[in-house]
């Protein structure tokens, strides 16, 4: 299995509370991205990071930020928790952008519920 | 924002049967049309993968067929077994992020029958 490490792996949080949720990599990837997952929704692109500090917006990106100061650590952080971002968090990597490989992993998830 | 339009929601097919999910998107400059198996509580993982210049790949019992002129892909699953049962996702992709990252379908839950 590839080295994806997603923490917290459950977390229940106040609505209006700061949360931040983790992607640690031992891949050495340059890309890692982070999706939420919603029944009938498939997975929607938060944000990624195609480097150190280089970071872009998904399609849902609204109420999320992100930083990436090492190559290995992806962060996803709530500001102010609210409970439409109750989801289940992925996080993703892969080695180039585009060619004959899509994202090529993904972690075991976050189950976030704010209440 | 690039579409990907997956078909059925859900799928129940007896042990041994054909498993057929589709899915249509609306734009043709892409460089690949992968699908993912997710299992409940794990992450999606990739299955196979087709380029646009092919119109079907084969792994084992899990074919894609592509038809470009209508801009469908399908995920065929041959001799469906219960331990394909799982979600299965399409994605492109997506044009707003330079072919970046993936636009997912919104999945197909197959459930295989013994």
């Known amino acids: 299995d590839a080295g994806i490490t997603q923490s917290p792996r459950h977390k229940v949080t106040e609505t209006g509370t700061p949360v931040t949720l983790r992607c640690h990599q031992t891949?050495?990837?340059?890309?890692m991205y982070w999706y939420r997952q919603d029944p009938g929704h498939g997975l929607r692109l938060i944000h990624y990071?195609?480097?150190?500090?280089?970071?872009d917006k998904g399609e849902v990106s609204d109420g999320y930020s992100v930083s990436r100061s090492k190559t290995e650590d992806f962060l996803l952080t709530l500001e102010s928790a609210t409970s439409s971002q109750t989801s289940v968090y992925f996080c993703?990597?892969?080695?180039?952008?585009?060619?004959?490989?899509?994202?090529?992993?993904f972690g075991q998830g976050t189950r976030l519920t704010v209440v | 924002q690039q579409q990907v339009k997956q078909s059925p929601q859900s799928l129940i097919v007896q042990k041994g049967g054909i498993s057929i999910i589709n899915c249509a998107y609306e734009?043709?400059?892409?460089?690949?049309f992968p699908w993912y198996q997710q299992f409940p509580g794990k992450g999606p993982a990739l299955l196979i993968a087709?380029?646009?210049?092919?119109s079907e790949k084969k792994e084992g019992r899990f074919t894609i067929s592509f038809n470009k002129s209508a801009k469908q892909f399908s995920l065929h699953i041959m001799d469906s077994q219960p331990g394909d049962s799982a979600t299965y996702f399409c994605?492109?992709?997506?044009?707003?992020?330079?072919?970046?990252?993936?636009?997912f379908g919104s999945g197909t839950r197959l459930q295989v029958q013994p």
């Open positions: 993703a990597i892969k080695e180039i952008a585009t060619g004959e490989q899509p994202e090529a992993f």
């Open positions: 891949e050495n990837h340059r890309y």
């Open positions: 990071s195609y480097g150190v500090k280089d970071t």
């Open positions: 734009n043709t400059a892409f460089d690949y």
């Open positions: 087709i380029r646009p210049d092919v």
């Open positions: 994605a492109a992709p997506s044009r707003s992020t330079g072919r970046r990252a993936l636009t």
